[in-house]
T-cell receptor
């Protein structure tokens, strides 16, 4: 049963600290998405990659957030320095972009709390 | 950019009744419309989707309809069960770029 995995599942940190969240997309998928979910803003698209290349990161605060795909099996989202307003659940999703197949499969999320 | 509006924000039905959730979108370039179900503490899970060349799709108790002219699409759940209780999200995706915009979600409660 292929699934998107995310680590850590929960992270509590203090303001100013660096946070790195990791995602392993489903093997063979070539698109990766990062979302942030809060009660106030709902599900927001932060960035997404196709074939490891960033396609759009317009939803991401550039001064403190960065997203990368070091290889096809790992995507990372980094926040440095973290702030209390970054507290949210961060989801990674992967998909197989093959013309008509655009379905995104979500991971279980990383719950981030910045004190 | 794309804007997706979803209604209602909360919906409570009696077990066995039908539930309907509606979404509208603004960008005519959007051509793929998935619906996700999110249970507490979990990530959204795809339950059904529809593409812009199709008007209706059904999968057992779940159906989705799409009106491209009016730019709206709806999720229909028949014979609701308590395990259908969750938050449901619609989304509109521009297939070529893959950029997705989600609705704000509908909290569905099915009372036994």
């Amino acid at each position: 049963d292929a699934r998107v995995t995310q680590t850590p599942r929960d992270k509590v940190t203090e303001m100013g600290q660096e946070v790195t969240m990791r995602c392993q997309p489903i093997l063979g998928h070539n698109t990766v998405f990062w979302y942030r979910q809060t009660m106030m803003q709902g599900l927001e698209l932060l960035a997404y990659f196709r074939n490891r290349a960033p396609l759009d990161d317009s939803g991401m605060p550039k001064d403190r957030f960065s997203a990368e795909m070091p290889d096809a099996t790992l995507a990372t989202l980094k926040i440095q320095p973290s702030e209390p307003r970054d507290s949210a659940v961060y989801f990674c999703a992967s998909g197989l972009e093959a013309g008509i197949r655009d379905t995104q499969y979500f991971g279980p999320g990383t719950r981030l709390t910045v004190l | 950019g794309e804007n997706v509006e979803q209604h209602p924000s909360t919906l409570s039905v009696q077990e066995g009744d039908s539930a309907v959730i509606k979404c509208t979108y603004s960008d005519s370039a959007s051509n793929y419309f998935p619906w996700y179900k999110q249970e507490l503490g979990k990530g959204p899970q795809l339950i059904i989707d529809i593409r812009s060349n199709v008007g209706e799709k059904k999968d057992q108790r779940i159906a989705v309809t799409l009106n491209k002219t009016a730019k709206h699409f709806s999720l229909h759940i028949t014979e609701t069960q308590p395990e259908d209780s969750a938050v449901y999200f619609c989304a509109a995706i521009e297939g070529n770029a893959g950029k997705s915009t989600f609705g704000d979600g509908t909290t569905l409660t099915v009372k036994p």
